[in-house]
């Protein structure tokens, strides 16, 4: 029933299509919202990643140069401390020196730095000054008298002098270093290295150190080596301080040797000494290979972000590396902080967009309502007007001050009516008019049929065209009357509708023909009543009774 009002169904109809817009207008932004949010997420994810692996290879860089610092004064000393001794074979410097000089200096080098866990020097056989022989066994001394003096501190500051042991040892400890290697390897190589972290006796103690090495070599020729060992714990700290202040230790970083031996692990000290494998299984191999080519690397992945740093001591040719890796939660944590704040604006942003929507389609509703009833108002009185019309009622009228379709409408209704009105009013005066003339014409017949009555009666012996003439005349009586009724009807019929003008007219042109037949009768008759009245006069005093 609701639909019927034309009022209900536009604003029914542009309230739907209001609602689909904002529906639409609605869908879009959140589609648009959410995908903003994607991008803006995803470039500050990006952004926060590159910037945390800049980050993060600056921190890496930064403890790599820490750590060649760290190790590069005892190397340096070492050096320097291989050059003087190589004098002694040198014959353009013809160092003579004992070896009693010799210790004194290496323990005064322990005793002026006290992150030195050892100094020493170890000769080949008479390699120094011949006299092997006289030494075996004296203090500092093995069975063989080489020169092998281990100046060493142990962990109360005790300092102490000990022969070296495992010098030539090929054998290797579990994670594949020889036993020998600080000794055999610059040998070897006839160059500076960094050992991998061994393990060492130290005053009846086992320590991890990382043995510093320099050959002391004169025309090529190899004649023993000077070495200070750096404990572990001294790098494993610093390792650690530094992870520490880098997300707050939210990530883990590693100090790997050349063969791919933990010097210091942040997450773990306990694998200090381990392979790299234990601390980074999946990838340890790829990650060796780039710490052995020296290459400084970063790889991002789902879950971390790495960053591959070398470190080169000194002038040794094997490279060390630093391995720094931190979560991408971590990184990304203040990206998903500001992604959480940002989804949270999002949606109470599409509250109030909803509430605005809700809001301006009330609004537009109720807009929609009064401009709607605005325009139906006239098309309603229209129709009230087309219905008294019909009901037959022509005086109600329409008032409409609009210059659109509507106002063109209730002019065209209002000039329709006014028209019907001059029609109407034409017909009922025809009407009347035509009623006017039968009553006259009625009278007339019934005069002419009382003389024609008389006329027969005395012309009793006329001829049977007389008495015919008299019927017509009765007949003709008769079609006047009902000529009279049937006018009188018209004209009510006239009054009642404007519908019955047609019939009207057609009853007028019977009414036309029924005068036309009278006044031919009335013609005839005329002619008979001349023509007996000639009769009567030829007849003369026999005719006198049917003169007329």
């Given at each position: 029933?609701?639909?019927?009002?034309?009022?209900?169904?536009?604003?029914?109809?542009?309230?739907?299509?209001?609602?689909?817009?904002?529906?639409?207008?609605?869908?879009?932004?959140?589609?648009?919202?959410?995908?903003?949010?994607?991008?803006?997420?995803?470039?500050?994810?990006?952004?926060?990643?590159?910037?945390?692996?800049?980050?993060?290879?600056?921190?890496?860089?930064?403890?790599?140069?820490?750590?060649?610092?760290?190790?590069?004064?005892?190397?340096?000393?070492?050096?320097?401390?291989?050059?003087?001794?190589?004098?002694?074979?040198?014959?353009?410097?013809?160092?003579?020196?004992?070896?009693?000089?010799?210790?004194?200096?290496?323990?005064?080098?322990?005793?002026?730095?006290?992150?030195?866990?050892?100094?020493?020097?170890?000769?080949?056989?008479?390699?120094?000054?011949?006299?092997?022989?006289?030494?075996?066994?004296?203090?500092?001394?093995?069975?063989?008298?080489?020169?092998?003096?281990?100046?060493?501190?142990?962990?109360?500051?005790?300092?102490?002098?000990?022969?070296?042991?495992?010098?030539?040892?090929?054998?290797?400890?579990?994670?594949?270093?020889?036993?020998?290697?600080?000794?055999?390897?610059?040998?070897?190589?006839?160059?500076?290295?960094?050992?991998?972290?061994?393990?060492?006796?130290?005053?009846?103690?086992?320590?991890?150190?990382?043995?510093?090495?320099?050959?002391?070599?004169?025309?090529?020729?190899?004649?023993?080596?000077?070495?200070?060992?750096?404990?572990?714990?001294?790098?494993?700290?610093?390792?650690?301080?530094?992870?520490?202040?880098?997300?707050?230790?939210?990530?883990?970083?590693?100090?790997?040797?050349?063969?791919?031996?933990?010097?210091?692990?942040?997450?773990?000290?306990?694998?200090?000494?381990?392979?790299?494998?234990?601390?980074?299984?999946?990838?340890?191999?790829?990650?060796?290979?780039?710490?052995?080519?020296?290459?400084?690397?970063?790889?991002?992945?789902?879950?971390?972000?790495?960053?591959?740093?070398?470190?080169?001591?000194?002038?040794?040719?094997?490279?060390?590396?630093?391995?720094?890796?931190?979560?991408?939660?971590?990184?990304?944590?203040?990206?998903?902080?500001?992604?959480?704040?940002?989804?949270?604006?999002?949606?109470?942003?599409?509250?109030?967009?909803?509430?605005?929507?809700?809001?301006?389609?009330?609004?537009?509703?109720?807009?929609?309502?009064?401009?709607?009833?605005?325009?139906?108002?006239?098309?309603?009185?229209?129709?009230?007007?087309?219905?008294?019309?019909?009901?037959?009622?022509?005086?109600?009228?329409?008032?409409?001050?609009?210059?659109?379709?509507?106002?063109?409408?209730?002019?065209?209704?209002?000039?329709?009516?006014?028209?019907?009105?001059e029609v109407v009013t034409d017909v009922k005066k025809t009407a009347e008019n035509v009623a006017s003339g039968s009553q006259t014409m009625s009278a007339n017949a019934e005069a002419m049929s009382q003389g024609t009555t008389q006329q027969a009666a005395a012309a009793e012996e006329a001829s049977s065209s007389m008495e015919q003439m008299a019927a017509n005349i009765r007949q003709n009586a008769e079609n006047a009357l009902q000529t009279e009724k049937i006018a009188v009807q018209a004209a009510k019929e006239a009054e009642e509708s404007g519908q019955a003008v047609a019939e009207a007219v057609t009853a007028?042109?019977?009414?036309?023909?029924?005068?036309?037949?009278?006044?031919?009768?009335?013609?005839?008759?005329?002619?008979?009543?001349?023509?007996?009245?000639?009769?009567?006069?030829?007849?003369?005093?026999?005719?006198?009774?049917?003169?007329?």
């Amino acid at each position: 029933m609701l639909f019927k009002s034309l009022q209900m169904k536009l604003t029914v109809i542009f309230g739907l299509c209001l609602l689909v817009v904002i529906v639409a207008l609605g869908v879009y932004n959140i589609i648009a919202t959410q995908q903003t949010e994607q991008f803006v997420i995803a470039s500050s994810s990006q952004s926060s990643t590159e910037m945390a692996t800049d980050l993060l290879h600056e921190k890496a860089q930064a403890i790599s140069f820490e750590i060649d610092a760290m190790l590069e004064v005892p190397l340096d000393t070492t050096r320097t401390l291989a050059d003087v001794l190589a004098g002694v074979k040198d014959e353009a410097i013809n160092l003579n020196i004992s070896r009693e000089r010799i210790n004194d200096i290496l323990r005064s080098l322990l005793v002026r730095n006290p992150n030195f866990v050892g100094v020493y020097t170890a000769w080949e056989p008479n390699a120094l000054d011949g006299l092997d022989d006289l030494y075996a066994d004296a203090e500092g001394h093995d069975e063989t008298g080489r020169f092998i003096p281990y100046w060493s501190r142990n962990a109360d500051g005790n300092i102490a002098l000990e022969p070296l042991v495992e010098y030539e040892n090929q054998e290797t400890f579990e994670h594949g270093v020889r036993k020998g290697e600080w000794y055999l390897l610059p040998r070897e190589r006839k160059e500076e290295v960094a050992i991998d972290p061994l393990p060492y006796p130290v005053q009846d103690d086992i320590v991890w150190m990382v043995p510093l090495i320099a050959p002391i070599i004169v025309n090529n020729t190899f004649y023993g080596i000077t070495g200070i060992d750096m404990r572990v714990e001294r790098l494993q700290t610093r390792v650690e301080e530094e992870n520490e202040a880098f997300y707050s230790g939210a990530g883990r970083i590693a100090l790997v040797s050349h063969k791919g031996i933990l010097a210091a692990a942040s997450d773990n000290p306990d694998l200090i000494g381990q392979s790299l494998a234990q601390w980074m299984p999946e990838t340890w191999q790829r990650d060796l290979e780039r710490i052995q080519s020296g290459e400084s690397t970063s790889e991002v992945t789902a879950k971390t972000l790495k960053v591959i740093v070398p470190v080169k001591i000194g002038r040794s040719p094997l490279f060390w590396g630093v391995i720094a890796e931190v979560p991408q939660e971590t990184v990304l944590a203040e990206v998903h902080e500001f992604a959480d704040q940002l989804h949270q604006r999002g949606r109470q942003d599409l509250l109030w967009q909803i509430g605005v929507a809700v809001g301006i389609t009330i609004i537009s509703l109720l807009v929609i309502w009064l401009v709607s009833k605005s325009l139906v108002a006239p098309i309603r009185k229209s129709v009230t007007l087309a219905e008294s019309v019909a009901a037959g009622d022509l005086t109600p009228t329409i008032e409409v001050k609009q210059r659109d379709e509507i106002g063109v409408l209730t002019d065209a209704l209002r000039g329709m009516i006014f028209r019907l009105r001059e029609v109407v009013t034409d017909v009922k005066k025809t009407a009347e008019n035509v009623a006017s003339g039968s009553q006259t014409m009625s009278a007339n017949a019934e005069a002419m049929s009382q003389g024609t009555t008389q006329q027969a009666a005395a012309a009793e012996e006329a001829s049977s065209s007389m008495e015919q003439m008299a019927a017509n005349i009765r007949q003709n009586a008769e079609n006047a009357l009902q000529t009279e009724k049937i006018a009188v009807q018209a004209a009510k019929e006239a009054e009642e509708s404007g519908q019955a003008v047609a019939e009207a007219v057609t009853a007028m042109q019977t009414i036309a023909q029924k005068v036309a037949m009278i006044e031919d009768i009335t013609r005839q008759t005329r002619m008979l009543s001349l023509n007996a009245t000639i009769e009567a006069a030829r007849a003369q005093e026999h005719g006198k009774g049917f003169a007329v």
